[in-house]
Every structure is written in C-alpha cells, then in structure tokens.
C-alpha cells in the first residue's frame, strides 16, 4: 500500500487549533470540508484519513537525523532538525526539534484517536473495518512510544480531548503509557492479516507480524529480556505470525526493485508520483550531483566495521593497516559509507572514483569532495551510500521506501537477549550473528563461528557492536546507546572523521564537533516550552528550566 494521499489536519491534540466535535474546518484533500454527520460515510474516506495516519508514523528527515543524534553521525551544516544541538548539549526546552517531535506524534495520535472513534458509523465491511481500527491503534501505540522514549512520562491520549480537556491535561507516568502500549499491541495482533495474506495492492500495510516486531523493539528498550526473547520467537520460531527472512544480499535490500522483501516488517511507504523524499541530496558525494553535506558518517562508525577476519581494528593479529584502512573490512561498510577511493556506481552501471583526501584528487576530475573546512563537502571526509536511489529524479528525489523494522533487527534483538540472560548458545548465534556475517559476505570461519570461551561481556560487546554495523544510518543507534546507558561515555568529547586533520591533533583525525552529554538530564528530552506555555499542568523532566 503506497501512502498516495495526504491529509493535513494544522492540529495537535495539545494546541487545539482545531477539533473534530467542534465541526472546525480541516484542511483536508481531496475534500475542502468535512463534519461529523457529512464526512464518516465511506470506506474510500476512512482509507484516505488512514493513509495520513500512515504518513505520520514517521519521515525521512527524523529518520536521518537521529543517526546525527548519536556518534554515528555529524550534522555539520544547518544543525540539521536539531541534531547538532543536541547532540553537542547545547539545547534547551525551546529548541525547534524538539516542540516539532511532540507535536508531530500528538498531530498522528489526533488522526489515529478520530479514526477509532469514527469508524463504527461508516457502513462498510466489518472485517474490513476491524483491520483499519487495528491499523489506528498501532499507529496510536507507535506514536505514544515514541514520545515515551524522548519524553518519559507523557500525556496519555486514550481518546481525543476537548478543546478544554487539552488545555489540562497532565502527564502520565511511564508506566502507565508502557502497559497501555503494550496491552493495545497484544489485543490487535489478532486483527491484522499476515505479511503473505495481503495482496500486492495491499503490500506495506500494518501486519500481524509488525505488530509483534515493535512489541519486541518496546521491551527492549525496556530492557525486559525474557518478553524480548519470547516475542522474537513469535516470528522466529513459526510462521503463524508471517513469513520473514534475510534478504540474500545486504546492498539489494536498499534498492528500489526489492522494495518489500521478505525482510522487510515495517517501513515507512513512498511513491514517485506522490510522495518522495530529497534527503540524498545532501548527504551524497557532491561530485555525482549531491548540493552540500549536512549529514555525514564518523570516524567512530567507519572504526566500528571488523576486519574480514572478524577481527576488530585494534586486535592483535587483526591485520588492519592504517594507511590502507578501508582494505579488507566487513562488506557493510563499502555499502553503507563513501570513503576516500570509494568507487561509486552511478544508474547506468558505471562507476566513478570519489576523491575526499586533499589535494588528491586526478587532474581533470572533480574535487568537490574532497575535505575542505568551511566548504559544502563533508566535515568528516566521508559521505552516505546506503539508500541511495538510482532511479532518482532530479534533485534526488527517491520514492524508495525506509524501512523502520527488519527481520535482521528481530535476530539481533533475541541474540541480545538470550545473552543477557546467560542463554545464548551455538545455534542461536548461528541462527543471528552468523547468518548476518555470512549474509554481509563474510566468508572466514573465524569470523562466522561461536566461542565457547567468550564471556557474556565479551558476547555483549560482539551483538552491539553487530547492531551497530547492521543496522548503521537507519535512526537507531541513538536509542540503543540510551537504553543501554553509554551515551555518556560515547557522546562527551570530539566526534572525528579521517585521518586528514593536524598530526598534532588525535593522531591527524579530524576533529568533527564537541559533544557534551550530562546524564542527569540528556536521557530524557524537556517538554516544550511552549506546550507547558499553553499547559500548568504540563512538569517539566529533571534537570530542566522552563
């Protein structure tokens, strides 16, 4: 199902610049106007308000941005949707980002909460109707946890409030919107077809599965194991919940021709014609059309990626030369980050050499990517690869769909969690850690096979370090250094890119952006001044001045 439609309601259930009972106008296409007597009359309608619904779970630019968020990444122009400020400490409760996140996740729990609310006097098959309810209610429950993440306790919007309700509303501890999330994804699971049930037509639709997926992604950043590990097995284990599996070719599973594999449980939808994002075009090499950089990968990601061997870069033996750095290591790198040398496929199947060292660059080539302070080129001498779009229009304009859940992130999270349960065995590992080794092209079998002698440290660090290179520039990493309690240790101090900088300078690397993490108070994001502005009741996370 490609989102085709947009719905734009101006709303958010906290600013009240509109409401449903009240008969306000709506900004809504393709009709001008709607009430409650006039508008819940078709299926087409309901569909069209649950294609907005849709088109607010997520998008491309907090996608992006959030690996700027962590030490993945390094939004050095344009302090792209807040990231640079957060990520240096340097924010406060009126920082644009974060009032647009609040009220971006209330604007789709508004659409969610009118849907639920409306749906049952639209005449229309029932099995029909249960589903699209089913579909509201994930996104409601989406959208609640995405705020719990950011915000801690949270308003709590079961239904839709007044205009006077929304003026008072309060808090609601975590907890209490953690068990209401979770109880609204069990109770749903049943509701929602399989990803091999619906039709082609219907393809990108909520399923059982995502369901099942993001209750799993919910406890774990819970850290409660045993819930992990038993919902994994849900997908894992038997295919009453859907049928998922590997992609077989890591770079395959971010073109356009394999949109909607057997990987894939949960994306965020786009279409050419209709809707599209742009974000490559200033995240690719400028020399192949890009305009400038504002987002680019780290020296810390770029270190992350073993050696073909299996080796870390700076384990004995592990044969990592630091002249030829990018010779030799995981396969993952090459397609997810641009590096000097990197040998860019262009459309047509050619390839062109990218140049980002200084003064490297051929006589007669482009030079535009190569490491300038103060210039449009990247701040750490590396650019993104992953996801670019080689059926791009001008200016990069992609419709390649996002993908917010895969079935590689289902095995790292059982993997995680059997070991922090001290359970995880051969077959396990084999099942996640190998089959994501081997499916990234690592062939050595030192780097594939289990250790009886590891520790449960040593195989902690080896499954973050895998979730790190698996799932890199896909807006989590910021999350797992939260849940895990290492932001501090990760976001304090210099964030570096290449080799290219001063010799007197951490060893010639570049020295990126200044990072600053207090755990007092970062873990959580302040509410925004404007909402608690609007709202008494609305307190204030610790740490936090109005």
């Not at 009430?35 to 619904?53: D, G, H, M, Q, R």
Request: charged letters at 25%.
């Amino acid at each position: 199902m490609k989102v085709t439609k947009t719905y734009k309601t101006g709303i958010t259930a906290l600013l009240l610049l509109a409401a449903l009972s009240g008969c306000k106008k709506l900004d809504l296409l393709p009709e001008n106007s709607f009430t409650e007597l006039n508008y819940w009359t078709s299926e087409a309608k309901v569909n069209s308000i649950l294609n907005t619904a849709y088109s607010q779970m997520s998008n491309s630019d907090y996608f992006f941005s959030n690996e700027g968020l962590s030490d993945n990444a390094f939004s050095g122009r344009g302090d792209f949707n807040g990231s640079t400020s957060i990520a240096a400490g340097t924010y406060d409760p009126a920082l644009g980002r974060i009032k647009s996140e609040w009220q971006f996740h209330y604007e789709g729990i508004k659409t969610c909460n009118l849907i639920i609310e409306n749906i049952d006097q639209v005449p229309m098959d029932e099995g029909i109707k249960n589903r699209m309810r089913a579909e509201a209610r994930f996104i409601r429950a989406l959208k609640h946890f995405q705020l719990m993440t950011w915000f801690g306790d949270i308003p709590l919007l079961r239904t839709d409030p007044t205009r006077e309700e929304a003026l008072e509303v309060s808090r609601s501890p975590k907890a209490e919107a953690l068990d209401f999330i979770l109880g609204e994804l069990e109770e749903i699971v049943p509701m929602l077809p399989t990803n091999t049930s619906y039709a082609d037509a219907d393809k990108g639709r909520i399923t059982r599965g995502a369901v099942i997926a993001l209750k799993a992604r919910v406890y774990l950043y819970e850290n409660r194991w045993q819930d992990v590990a038993t919902t994994c097995e849900r997908l894992i284990q038997t295919d009453e919940n859907g049928s998922y599996q590997l992609f077989p070719n890591y770079e395959g599973l971010f073109l356009p021709q394999n949109q909607n594999n057997s990987e894939v449980i949960l994306d965020i939808q786009y279409v050419p014609e209709f809707r599209v994002w742009t974000n490559m075009f200033d995240l690719a090499p400028i020399s192949v059309g890009a305009r400038l950089n504002n987002l680019a990968p780290t020296q810390e990601l770029v270190d992350s990626y073993r050696m073909l061997n299996g080796k870390a870069i700076n384990e004995n033996e592990s044969g990592y030369n630091e002249d030829d750095p990018y010779t030799n290591r995981d396969p993952r790198m090459a397609f997810t980050i641009v590096h000097h040398l990197h040998e860019w496929r262009r459309p047509d199947g050619s390839t062109q050499t990218i140049y980002t060292k200084p003064g490297s660059t051929p006589t007669g080539a482009n030079s535009s990517d190569e490491y300038a302070p103060g210039t449009v080129s990247s701040p750490t001498g590396y650019y993104l690869r992953k996801y670019y779009d080689p059926t791009h229009g001008p200016n990069f304009r992609a419709g390649l769909n996002l993908i917010l859940i895969r079935y590689a992130d289902i095995l790292l999270m059982y993997a995680e969690a059997r070991n922090e349960l001290a359970q995880l065995n051969q077959d396990e590992w084999d099942q996640s850690i190998r089959a994501l080794r081997t499916r990234s092209g690592f062939t050595a079998e030192e780097a594939l096979a289990y250790q009886p002698n590891w520790t449960q440290e040593d195989i902690r660090q080896i499954i973050r370090n895998e979730r790190r290179v698996e799932l890199a520039m896909e807006g989590l990493r910021i999350f797992d250094i939260r849940r895990w309690q290492t932001a501090e240790e990760v976001l304090n101090g210099w964030v570096h890119g290449a080799k290219f900088g001063p010799t007197n300078e951490d060893n010639g690397y570049i020295r990126a952006n200044f990072r600053t993490f207090d755990p007092n108070r970062h873990y959580l994001w302040p509410i925004p001044r404007d909402e608690r502005n609007l709202n008494n009741n609305l307190t204030q996370n610790p740490g936090w001045e109005n």
